[in-house]
């Protein structure tokens, strides 16, 4: 039965995060016999009695970082520093409660948003990412006309690349991939190798900021960062070290942000991704949710794959609206 805040969605579709795959591969913590998936998009079908904003058959997008509210951090208007109840921590779906890898999910209200009734199901199950996105750029105070380096252009760093190239930044970013680079190039996007950025007898090119997507690349973020820039920790990697050359950082006054969870960028993460009209692009492949063991192994083992954002697709027969 669902309390009177309660929602029940049907999960349309849900997005698979470089996070979950950290965790399955082991480069990341995760609890066993979790639920995993935490960017999607739905229908709901069911209400508690106390719900007043929300009602069945709308469509909406899930913040899965349910925060207690009732914390120091929360009633600070951190929530996303949320210690949790008995200070568990934030609860997160996907990570350490059930996620959106099924057919249904269960929420309150205040976690769910709804979706414009112009916006794609592709868009919108990349608010998530977009708020993410936001976190970070708002933590690193990053501003129109600076030169931003990505290192890495996974479906996140693509993400972030059309919300700063719309906010007036200028952005370049590196790529094994080749699929990827041929389809970031293809939406206007400056995406190199990694070597690319050496020109011969030529200075390394100096970025006010620059964000590791990747999570083990602080060392090439600090030959490139500019005096005075700033650093963006992005990606996970629980087994990355890095030994820090703290006379370069001081002298360089370099900064690094670890801009953490995002806070209450989901409204905003709605209004921006209106104004992005290659976001829904990046959604290039689409899985039934019974899939699940051969696309986790293509996408763990193969990272020359030509993907850039994968997604399950638990009823399908909802994707016609």
């Known amino acids: 039965m669902l309390p009177a805040d309660g929602i029940e969605i049907e999960i349309v579709l849900s997005g698979i995060c470089g996070t979950d795959l950290a965790v399955l591969s ?23 009695a106390g719900v007043t904003r929300t009602r069945k058959g709308m469509r909406v997008v899930v913040d899965p970082n349910e925060y207690c509210g009732n914390c120091e951090h929360c009633k600070s208007a951190k929530t996303h520093l949320c210690s949790g109840d008995s200070n568990a921590g934030l609860n ?109 007898g030529q200075p390394l090119e100096k970025f006010d900021v620059v964000i590791d997507t990747v999570g083990h690349q602080l060392e090439a973020a600090a030959s490139v960062v500019g005096r005075g820039g700033r650093i963006v920790l992005f990606g996970f990697n629980g087994n990355y070290k890095y030994s820090l050359p703290v006379k370069h950082f001081l002298v360089n006054a370099i900064s690094i942000i670890a801009a953490g969870e995002y806070n209450q960028h989901f409204p905003q993460a709605l209004r921006i991704a209106h104004k992005l009209p290659d976001l829904g692009k990046l959604v290039t492949h689409r899985y039934p949710l019974e899939a699940y063991s051969a696309v986790f192994d293509s996408l763990l083992n193969d990272p020359s794959a030509p993907t850039v954002k994968s997604v399950f697709t638990p009823n399908p027969k909802h994707l016609s609206r």
């Open 26 to 48: 082991g480069r990341e913590e995760g609890q066993v016999g979790i639920v995993r998936g935490h960017e999607a998009v739905g229908v709901v079908v069911n209400v508690g």
């Open 92 to 200: 997160i779906a996907g990570v350490n409660k059930h996620g959106t890898f099924a057919e249904r999910f269960m929420t309150r209200e205040c976690f769910v948003h709804c979706i414009p009734d112009d916006m794609s199901w592709e868009t919108a199950v990349l608010i998530e990412p977009v708020a993410c996105i936001l976190n970070n750029i708002e933590q690193a105070s990053i501003k129109a006309g600076e030169r931003v380096l990505l290192l890495g252009s996974g479906p996140m760093s693509l993400v972030a690349q059309l919300l700063l190239r719309a906010m007036g930044v200028y952005t370049r970013a590196t790529d094994l991939n080749t699929f990827r680079i041929k389809f970031g190039r293809s939406l206007g996007l400056d995406i190199v190798r990694p070597e690319e950025l050496e020109q011969p």
